[in-house]
C-alpha cells in the first residue's frame, strides 16, 4: 500500500510540475517568484535536513522528494520562460529568505535535524503568503485549478506512505501542504464564484 501510494503521488506531482511550468511558458498563468523561491530555499533544506535524520525513507517522505525536483523544475520555466512574472521581492519575502539562511546557520552548527526541518515547515507556511495575497487582490485567477487540485490530493495521498511508516517528519511536511494547498484552492474558488 505505501509503495503505491508513494508511485501516484509521483505521478500526480509529476504532472503537477510539468504541468505548471507548460502553462507558465504559454503566459496563462504568472507564478510568483518570491513564493517559488521561497519553496526553493526551504524545500532544498527540507530535503537536506529530512535525509540528514536517522528515520528517513523515500516513500515515507515522497512528497517532498518529488517537490524538490518540481520546485526547481518551475523556477527554471519562471525565470527562462515566464511571461510577466513580477521579479522584485518585498520586505516579507527578504525576511523569510533570510530566516531560511538562519535556520541553514543553525542545522549546520547544532546538528539539529528535526527541530530544524520543523522550522522550515513553518518557512514554507509562510512561502504561501505572497500567492495568498495575489490571489486575494485579484480579479482573475492567476494560478491554474486543476494543477493546485493534484497537488492537494498528491499531499492527501502522501499521508499514507508517512502515516505507515510512522515517518513523523514526512507527515508533518504533507499535511503542512495539504493544508497551505486547501487556502490556495479556496482562494481560487472565491475568485471563480465573483
Known sequence: MRKIAAY??????????FR??????????????ATWTLFLVAVGLSF?????????????NIINVVDLFN??????????????????????????L???????????????????NVTLQAIMT?????????LWHASK??????????VWVASAIALIPATIDRDKLGFIYAMRSLSMVSVVLILMLRINLR
Request: hydrophobic residues 55%; contains cysteine; proline residues 2%.
Open 71 to 96: 520546485v526547481c523544475l518551475i523556477m527554471f520555466s519562471i525565470l527562462v520562460l515566464g511571461k510577466n512574472i513580477r521579479l522584485g521581492f518585498n520586505l516579507f519575502e527578504i525576511g523569510c
Open 141 to 150: 485567477n492567476t494560478e491554474q485549478l486543476s494543477v493546485w487540485i493534484l
Open 20 to 33: 505548471y511550468s507548460w502553462l507558465t511558458w504559454q503566459g496563462e498563468i504568472q507564478p510568483v517568484l
Open 98 to 116: 533570510v530566516a531560511s539562511g538562519i535556520i541553514l546557520i543553525f542545522w549546520r552548527l547544532s546538528r539539529k535535524h528535526v527541530a530544524s
Open 48 to 60: 537536506m535536513t529530512y535525509w540528514s535524520t536517522t528515520k528517513h525513507s523515500v516513500a515515507g
Open 126 to 134: 509562510v512561502a504561501y503568503f505572497p500567492m495568498f495575497y495575489q
Open 8 to 17: 501516484v503521488v509521483t505521478v500526480l506531482m509529476l504532472i503537477v510540475g
